[in-house]
């Protein structure tokens, strides 16, 4: 008897185990594709650089209230209008031996500069990298710079030796709290907690990330309990989640906005702001947010800007639904009623994208006679055409956002010389090249109030909505709201 006692307490000592061990797993739902973990071929938050950012380190780090924070970089300091100073860590160092030093962050300053590189435009100012010594690396910018700490968040740093003779894209060794376990591209990443991490123990043992394109089946997975965090789905199915009591689920205001972007550099849209504000004109955006978002969303103030940015501007309101307008202008433009144009929508990446493009596409047939026919991709082909490719159609549905929630990151994806653009205006550049020019917080504003303007008047997308950020969390997890859209790990505990 005594024997079968001592054995059950042992199985239930292992059961104990293991149960706490899968207490300790994260898992995290997201809506599309990691398409790469090499984290200077992606600017995309909400997948490839959330997944990245628990796997290597940056100089400097953002928390979920948006303040910014020592990383691998103790202390930072503006020693003239064009050179800044970074006090670095010593002893860290990447699993092979080779360590985190001023070297490491010169080079990896040089590849994000580089031509292959898909963050280059953020990096553009930087003229020159000087290694002080093994812990101090000083940045000297072109110009001024006055954002490059809040942009150096997003520069994880890679080993060199080890990039050398690896694939980046699909593996992975960096200085981050955790570790790459697995990565089975559109199905999974699993990552563990890494050991002697220089930063201390990570909050879970396993990080879970499943690729769940489906808002329904991201739904149903958070009722389940199969997944601990989830967002991008429908509305009306907060009350659905709530009800189930395993789950919560809420709205927030948003830093993302909704926008149609225009190819124009290529007809019918070039040369033809009058044909880029007659579809302005045409749609009704209230409308849209009412229907398709509850009222959760907000109509964008003629710009890309939210007013959570550094550098919105006050004084511009949403161009009003007007058809009669819409028609006078789609007049002057020179383009026929019965005219077919090509929309690109990603699939199951966006929030209600392809019900907000079929309204978009709605409400212009309605109102101009303009025929809008709509392609849906998979997110990575849709990535591949619009920036690799740099074939984008003459209308794309884009939703976009900057973490460092300053203009001069956001409109940067509007500069003359980023790949992002599409539209190659220097009155607009040379706004931005103001804004960006000078350390005094006042002349930057001005700066950025007559950038927004000229977008506005010039139009090269539709302005759309401010999107809500729907989210679900178990109920065995709290999660420390952010409007970033970052998904870290570092931001979730375990409910005791």
């Known amino acids: 008897m005594r024997r079968i006692v001592q054995i059950s307490l042992a199985a239930w000592l292992l059961l104990a185990s293991v149960h706490a061990g899968a207490e300790r797993t994260l898992t995290i739902a997201l809506s599309a594709n990691v398409n790469t973990l090499d984290p200077h071929m992606s600017g995309t938050v909400r997948t490839d650089l959330s997944v990245v950012s628990h796997l290597y380190s940056p100089l400097l780090r953002r928390d979920s209230k948006l303040k910014l924070h020592p990383c691998v970089a103790t202390s930072w300091v503006a020693l003239n209008a064009t050179t800044w100073e970074f006090h670095l860590r010593s002893g860290i160092v990447f699993p092979d031996s080779e360590p985190l030093d001023a070297e ?17 435009p953020w990096f553009a100012p930087i003229d020159q990298v000087q290694v002080v010594s093994p812990t101090v690396v000083r940045i000297r910018t072109r110009q001024p710079f006055p954002a490059l700490p809040e942009q150096l968040s997003m520069l994880f740093l ?23 376990a697995e990565f089975v591209s559109g199905d999974h990443i699993t990552l563990r907690a890494r050991q002697r991490f220089w930063g201390g123990r990570p909050g879970f043992d396993r990080v879970l990330f499943r690729i769940v394109p489906e808002p329904e089946s991201r739904v149903a997975a958070l009722i389940a309990g199969e997944v601990d965090f989830a967002q991008s789905f429908p509305v009306e199915d907060i009350g659905r989640i709530r009800a189930s009591h395993r789950a919560n689920a809420a709205t927030i205001a948003s830093a993302r906005s909704i926008i149609v972007k225009f190819n124009t550099l290529q007809p019918p849209f070039k040369n033809n702001p009058a044909l880029r504000l007659a579809l ?20 964008l103030d003629c710009q890309m800007l939210t007013p959570e940015y550094f550098g919105f501007n006050p004084d511009l309101h949403p161009i009003e639904f007007d058809p009669r307008r819409a028609q006078e202008l789609l007049r002057k433009s020179g383009v026929r009623k019965g005219t077919v144009i090509d929309m690109d929508v990603p699939v199951g990446t966006y929030f209600a994208a392809s019900e907000i493009a079929q309204a978009v596409a709605g409400q212009i047939e309605d109102v101009l006679g303009i025929g809008i026919r709509i392609h849906e991709l998979d997110f990575s082909v849709y990535m591949r055409k619009y920036v690799k490719a740099h074939a984008m159609a003459p209308m794309m549905y884009i939703t976009q956002a900057w973490p460092t929630l300053d203009a001069d990151g956001l409109l940067t994806l509007f500069a003359p010389d980023s790949p992002y653009a599409y539209w190659d205006d220097k009155e607009f550049g040379n706004r931005l090249q103001q804004g960006r020019s000078t350390l005094d917080p006042q002349a930057r504003l001005a700066a950025y109030r ?10 090269p997308g539709l302005f759309l909505l401010a999107e809500p950020l729907v989210y679900g969390v178990s109920s065995r997890v709290r999660w420390d709201v952010r409007k970033d859209e970052w998904i870290q790990a570092d931001d979730f505990t375990l409910v005791k």
Do not use: F
Not at 158 to 165: D, I, V
Not at 166 to 171: S, Y
Not at 450 to 459: H, L, P, V
């Open 104 to 120: 490491t962050v010169a080079w990896n300053l040089a590849r994000a500069r580089s031509a292959a590189s898909r963050i280059r």
């Open 158 to 180: 890679l080993a060199p030796r080890w990039t050398q003779h690896h694939d980046p894209a699909n593996a992975a060794m960096g200085t981050g709290p955790y570790e790459l």
């Open 280 to 299: 302005n004109c045409a749609i009704n955006k209230q409308a849209i947010n009412n229907t398709i978002l509850s009222g959760a969303g907000r109509v």
């Open 450 to 459: 007559k950038a927004t303007q000229r977008m506005c008047s010039e139009a």
